[in-house]
């Protein structure tokens, strides 16, 4: 059976408000518990940051800071307009755009927004990996733009895991999920290339370590 163009643009509408009304419903599930958060909120009431979490676990934190005055750069992928509707609801300010495609000027426009004063949430390995490995845009926008970079680990107790790249984690009902902040990163201005490209591999070390604490339950 061919659907006519009217009916497959209600199934869209309808597939995407019921996507977004359940992935608050299950946010609003989790049993959160955070290690060294007091320090990001205290850092939120009088700065704003650049604030880099994995692709793979990112569902939550995206929720996480709705109510924060937030940008974020997604990809012109057909998943990324998923995640581009989801965020213009809980009100970000979203902009189109990848590390790979027209990575310099997604780049700029971030650090445009930094200094008027906007949050920057990034998944520094995506959009297309490779999963755990640290792309410049996080550094670099801290850099350029002299605000803090704080790294998030993200855990969730029971989950799905798609055969994805990411093995992306979709978190069960009620589950508990740890977030655990690192000391913010504060990047020196004059650094040069390979010092610039040493600190990324210090990020991504960092918030790898994140990641395997953030994993453990007790």
């Avoid at 009217?6 to 992935?23: D, P, R, S």
């Avoid at 509707?85 to 979203?94: A, E, F, P, Q, S």
């Avoid at 801290?142 to 055969?163: D, R, Y």
Wanted: aromatic residues 12%.
């Amino acid at each position: 059976m061919k659907l006519g163009n009217n009916t497959k643009v209600i199934l869209q509408f309808l597939g995407n408000y019921l996507l977004f009304y359940a992935a608050v419903v299950l946010c609003k599930s989790l049993r959160v518990r955070t290690k060294n958060f007091e320090n990001l909120k205290s850092l939120l009431e009088t700065d704003n940051l650049v604030i880099a979490f994995w692709h793979g676990t990112m569902i939550f934190p995206w929720f996480f800071f709705k109510k924060q005055k937030m940008s974020a750069l997604v990809s012109g992928s057909k998943d990324g307009e998923l995640l581009f509707r989801i965020l213009k609801k809980w009100n970000y300010n979203v902009h189109r755009g990848s590390s790979s495609k027209g990575g310099k000027d997604a780049l700029e426009k971030l650090i445009e927004l930094a200094e008027e004063n906007f949050s920057i949430a990034i998944t520094p390995d995506g959009p297309g990996g490779p999963v755990f490995k640290m792309k410049p845009g996080a550094v670099i926008v801290s850099k350029k733009s002299q605000i803090p970079l704080i790294l998030i680990g993200i855990g969730f107790n029971k989950k799905w895991k798609l055969k994805s790249w990411d093995s992306f984690e979709i978190p069960k009902l009620f589950s508990r999920v740890n977030i655990v902040v690192s000391n913010p990163v504060r990047i020196n201005p004059d650094l040069t290339y390979d010092e610039t490209s040493n600190k990324i591999l210090e990020c991504e070390k960092i918030l790898n370590q994140l990641q395997t604490e953030a994993s453990v339950f007790a």
